[in-house]
C-alpha cells in the first residue's frame, strides 16, 4: 500500500524557518513528480511548489518564491520543502502529492489529479 508522511511542521515566530520532510513508501518515488500543496483555514487548495523526477526542475508559487526551497533524495524515498522567511500567511496545512506527470497549473490545485497524497503537516507561523 502507497504512504506519503509529512513531518517537519511546527509552530514558528514570522521571519523563522521550518524544514518538511515526506516520506515515500510502497511505490516507485523516483518516477513521480512531487509537488507540496497547502491549505489555510477556511480557503482552498494552493500550490506551493514542484519538483521533477530527478530534482533538476523546480518550480514554485509566486507566494513562496525566493522563500522556499524543494528538493528530494530519490535514494531515500524523501521529498523536502525548507522554508525561510515565513509569514503569517503562510499559516497552513501542507501536503506532499504525486503525480504520474507534470500538471498544468489549474490542475495542480485538483486533489484528482494525484495519485498519491499525505494526511498533511500543521505549519502556523505566529508571534
Known amino acids: 500500500e502507497a504512504h506519503l508522511v509529512e513531518s517537519g511542521g511546527g509552530l514558528v515566530e514570522p521571519g523563522g524557518s521550518l524544514r518538511l520532510s515526506c516520506g515515500a513508501s510502497?511505490?516507485?518515488?523516483?518516477?513521480?513528480?512531487m509537488y507540496w500543496v497547502r491549505q489555510a483555514p477556511g480557503k482552498g487548495l494552493e500550490w506551493v511548489s514542484f519538483?521533477?523526477?530527478?530534482?533538476?526542475?523546480?518550480i514554485y508559487g509566486d507566494s513562496v518564491k525566493g522563500r522556499f526551497t524543494i528538493s528530494r533524495d530519490n535514494s531515500k524515498n524523501t521529498l523536502y520543502l525548507q522554508m525561510n522567511s515565513l509569514k503569517p500567511e503562510d499559516t497552513a496545512m501542507y501536503y506532499c502529492?504525486?503525480?504520474?506527470?507534470?500538471?498544468?497549473?489549474?490542475?495542480?490545485?485538483?486533489?484528482?489529479?494525484?495519485?498519491?497524497w499525505g494526511q498533511g503537516t500543521q505549519v502556523t507561523v505566529s508571534s
Open positions: 519538483i521533477n523526477r530527478g530534482g533538476g526542475t523546480t
Open positions: 510502497g511505490f516507485p518515488f523516483s518516477n513521480y513528480y
Open positions: 502529492a504525486a503525480a504520474v506527470g507534470p500538471l498544468s497549473v489549474p490542475d495542480r490545485v485538483r486533489l484528482g489529479s494525484y495519485r498519491y
